[in-house]
């Protein structure tokens, strides 16, 4: 059995433009730009934790580091008006044997 996976909105202010590219090239891995410095991420808690972890190697006590989760009701309250299409649901894929 797999451990469930839970959306995360990942928000940063970097204010070195070196670490802010660091943080960026990371953050391109783990999800969906949504916007400038809003990703969209689908984790587990062990890629949670291994996120912040890897994120606080790069980020200075300057830096702002926000990772807001979403609960499965909060997600489906969702309203992306602009770009609707930025806000699709992956559906749970199981693999049978």
Do not use: H
């Not at 190697?57 to 830096?63: A, H, M, N, Q, T």
């Not at 609707?84 to 693999?95: D, L, M």
């Amino acid at each position: 059995m797999s451990e469930s996976k839970n959306y995360y909105l990942i928000c940063y202010d970097i204010r070195d433009p070196k670490r802010w590219r660091k943080a960026y090239q990371l953050l391109k891995g783990y999800g969906e730009t949504l916007q400038y410095s809003i990703i969209r991420c689908r984790l587990t808690q062990r890629e949670r934790e291994k996120l912040r972890w890897e994120l606080e190697k790069i980020l200075s006590p300057e830096d702002s580091l926000l990772i807001a989760g979403l609960c499965d009701r909060c997600v489906t309250r969702i309203q992306a008006c602009n770009r609707p299409e930025v806000w699709t649901v992956q559906q749970e894929q199981y693999r049978i044997f």
